[in-house]
């Protein structure tokens, strides 16, 4: 069975270096960690991943358009932002996750269970 692949989108290196290793720790395959919007957008267009864990702000910007386009293909999405509330975010984007920083891993390894649950894994 392949294992889901995880799109993590995070500026601060050694918060998505983090986020990665938690990740791959727990026995997904890592896409990430990706800087900016514009290297995330690239990485989902080359190959749609299983769930994504998206910091809100990036280094060219916010990510909301690339979690449109994710959401558009049915991509479970984990935001994770020590800028916005979860309840802003659970007001933007209802249907999704969202995790305040600092997080403990066993939590981001929880949600992204929760986020797989929702979809099928081809």
């Known amino acids: 069975m392949k294992q889901p ?3 993590i989108a995070e500026d601060e290196p050694i ?13 997904y395959t890592v896409e990430g960690p990706h800087r900016d919007v514009s290297s995330a ?11 994504a864990i998206l910091d ?3 280094d060219d910007g916010t990510v909301f358009p690339l979690a449109e386009k994710l959401m558009a293909e049915n991509v479970p ?9 979860e309840d802003e ?16 891993p066993a939590r981001v390894i929880e949600s992204v269970q929760e986020a797989l ?4 894994i081809a």
């Open 41 to 51: 957008m690239l990485a989902f267009q080359k190959h749609r991943p299983d769930a």
């Open 56 to 58: 809100v702000q990036l």
């Open 117 to 120: 649950a929702t979809t099928e």
């Open 5 to 7: 692949v995880i799109l």
């Open 89 to 104: 975010m659970a007001a933007r984007f209802p249907t999704m996750q969202a995790l305040a920083k600092p997080c403990p």
């Open 77 to 85: 999405i984990i935001f994770h932002s020590g800028q916005m509330t």
């Open 15 to 27: 918060v998505g270096f983090d986020l990665c290793n938690t990740v791959a720790e727990a026995g």
